[in-house]
């Protein structure tokens, strides 16, 4: 079945450094992949996705590059903020054609910034 | 624009009290519905799935249940809490498209 290996945290960085959280999965067909960002008790948000080999998703300064070769989506961002603390999940969708929606998750990297 | 409402935000329930979560959707038609269970520094687990009024997938066997009465409102239930149901309990919706938005989430906590 599909599956999703992150990287093990937690990981902690001082400000303003540069981030990789690594990502790779396992799937049948073409999925589409996605990184969530979950704040302290807050719910999941997309952060950015990537639906096809060779796309680059990005947001808030955030970028991943989807892998077909090497199936990896890793996570990458230049140089980090405090503001950047929280748990990051990787996930990935079989797409509408197995009928359904259903997400696949890792188990979730925590990422600490100290000032 | 969608909106994904959950309640209530935190909940303490005694063992073997019933449980009662609601979820709503608005802004959208005919969403796929989700919940999922985060336990204390864990990962998300998917515990049921809608396409549709009264259309659910349960993915782990357990004391929950799950119903969908309106097109847009997904309710998690249980008739007795465990100790083991603590956790923080997340809906989300998808358009038919990949992507799914999640809501604030509940925190449960059962004494």
């Known amino acids: 079945g599909d599956s999703v290996t992150q990287m093990e945290g937690p990981v902690t960085l001082s400000e303003e450094a540069f981030l990789t959280i690594n990502c790779t999965y396992t799937a049948t067909g073409y999925p589409s992949l996605f990184w969530y960002v979950q704040y302290p008790g807050e719910g999941l948000q997309l952060l950015l996705k990537a639906t096809k080999a060779d796309d680059k998703g990005s947001n808030k300064g955030f970028e991943a590059t989807y892998r077909k070769e090497t199936t990896s989506f890793h996570l990458e961002k230049g140089s980090v903020q405090v503001s950047d603390s929280a748990v990051y999940f990787c996930a990935l969708s079989a797409g509408a054609n197995f009928g359904n929606e259903k997400l696949t998750f890792g188990t979730g990297t925590r990422l600490t910034i100290i000032p | 624009s969608q909106t994904i409402h959950q309640w209530p935000a935190t909940l303490v329930q005694p063992v073997g009290s019933p449980l009662s979560l609601e979820c709503t959707v608005e802004?959208?038609?005919?969403?796929?519905l989700y919940w999922y269970r985060q336990a204390a520094g864990r990962g998300l687990q998917l515990l049921f799935y809608?396409?549709?009024?009264?259309?659910i997938s349960s993915e782990v066997p357990q004391n929950l249940s799950a119903s969908r009465p309106q097109d847009r409102q997904f309710i998690l239930s249980s008739k007795k809490l465990l100790l083991s149901d603590s956790g923080f309990y997340l809906c989300?919706?998808?358009?038919?498209?990949?992507?799914?938005?999640f809501g604030p989430g509940t925190r449960l906590t059962v004494l």
């Open positions: 989300a919706w998808s358009e038919g498209a990949d992507t799914q938005y």
């Open positions: 809608s396409i549709g009024i009264d259309q």
């Open positions: 802004g959208t038609s005919n969403p796929n």
